[in-house]
């Protein structure tokens, strides 16, 4: 079996363990128990497609990071979206339709929903709606979910809101603005209320790993609904910024707790880049996922903000055959997990480099511009705001 294949198929597994982890946490409420089962079978058709498609020669990766938007409502501090310029205009609706029609039919599984503030394109759910097949991740800062958002993820039970935090008020107002905790924490308040499976995203730095990294904490959301818990190393993308890195105890300490939670708490836990070191290194460029820019350039991953191919411009069969991507995907030494967590921002003059060759690489921002992780990227191992 290929590498390429061999990575798909781990990573396949995992997403049918989670799902199946989810149905198992979600059986207390009958509403998310029944729209669990619709997405596992969903997940196995999808396996079965990526399959028949593979025997003809398309390798399909099961995830799809989307970063449907540059727009936002905030203006937080270190915005991985604000650092890159990019002055092209984003994919229209309808042609952003279409790439997740294409999706569909190749079988792919889930694709996350990220901005900017991808609620700032209120379209994007007549989209996901049209296509129950998919699991449809929508990471949002939460102050664009009013109550009729909310009466249309009622109807989407497949699109599951993912609200970001950085631990409590002073930490996420800190960062976000003032008011924004306490919005938030209203918006969970009506998720519950309407029985809407829901998480959070939490970037871990060594100053608020032990806050997040505490059983309290994780009790305090769970009572608010949340079910699902998405920790997310904090990546040095930006040079200088090393010291906000977990140190190697608090990062040697994560496994174990993760552990002691899946057992003992009600609910979803996936940590990054940690989880994908039981599939041998990064799972970009298409090992297990790939990303989507808001101008419809197919990625290697959100750290990575380099393409070759436009979804402008071709299909996204045609653009899954990326010759950048299959040359990422070739060089598993180059993708070996790194301190810090990102091996592709580690290796990032060689990932600069693969387009030299190339006779019309699509442009792309700067690396040196990115500041701060994305959202995006904090679901990329899911087995993933700003």
């Known amino acids: 079996m290929p590498a390429t294949e061999y990575h798909v198929r781990l990573f396949d597994q995992s997403i049918h363990r989670f799902f199946g982890d989810a149905l198992k946490v979600t059986q207390g409420d009958p509403r998310m128990a029944r729209a669990m089962l619709g997405m596992v079978r969903n997940q196995r058709r999808a396996s079965a497609l990526r399959e028949s498609w593979a025997e003809k020669g398309v390798h399909v990766p099961p995830f799809v990071i989307t970063s449907i938007t540059k727009r936002c409502n905030l203006n937080c501090k270190g915005c991985y979206a604000r650092a890159q310029h990019r002055p092209e205009a984003e994919m229209s609706a309808s042609r952003l339709r279409a790439v997740v029609a ?8 889930i694709m996350l929903i990220a901005g900017g503030e991808p609620l700032t394109r209120p379209e994007i759910l007549d989209i996901t709606g049209d296509y129950p097949q998919i699991a449809f991740p929508l990471f949002t800062n939460g102050l664009l979910l009013d109550d009729h958002t909310i009466s249309i993820l009622k109807k989407q039970r497949h699109v599951v809101p993912v609200l970001s935090l950085e631990g409590h008020q002073l930490e996420t107002d800190g960062r976000r603005g003032a008011g924004v905790y306490s919005h938030v924490l209203g918006t969970m308040e009506r998720l519950a209320k309407e029985r809407i499976l829901f998480g959070t995203s939490l970037t871990l730095t060594r100053q608020n790993y032990p806050l997040i990294a505490n059983a309290h904490f994780m009790h305090e959301m769970l009572t608010r609904g949340c079910r699902l818990f998405f920790l997310v190393e904090y990546v040095p993308i930006q040079e200088g910024t090393e010291e906000l890195v977990l140190t190697d105890e608090q990062r040697n300490a994560l496994p174990g707790l993760l552990d002691q939670w899946r057992a003992e708490l009600p609910g979803l836990f996936v940590a990054l880049p940690g989880d994908e070191e039981i599939f041998g290194g990064c799972l970009a460029a298409g090992r297990g996922f790939v990303h989507i820019s808001p101008e419809g350039r197919l990625e290697p991953c959100p750290f990575a903000p380099f393409s070759d191919v ?41 990932v600069r480099s693969l387009l030299q060759p190339m006779a019309n690489p699509a442009p792309a921002a700067s690396m040196q511009r990115v500041s701060e992780p994305s959202p995006a990227l904090e679901l990329a191992a899911l087995g993933a705001g700003r």
């Open 102 to 109: 294409e999706a569909a039919e190749l079988g792919v599984s």
């Open 310 to 350: 436009s979804l402008k411009e071709m299909s996204l069969r045609e653009a899954l055959q990326s010759e950048l991507l299959e040359r990422i995907r070739n060089s598993p030494h180059h993708l070996t997990e790194t301190q810090g967590g990102c091996a592709l921002w580690a290796n990032r003059d060689w």
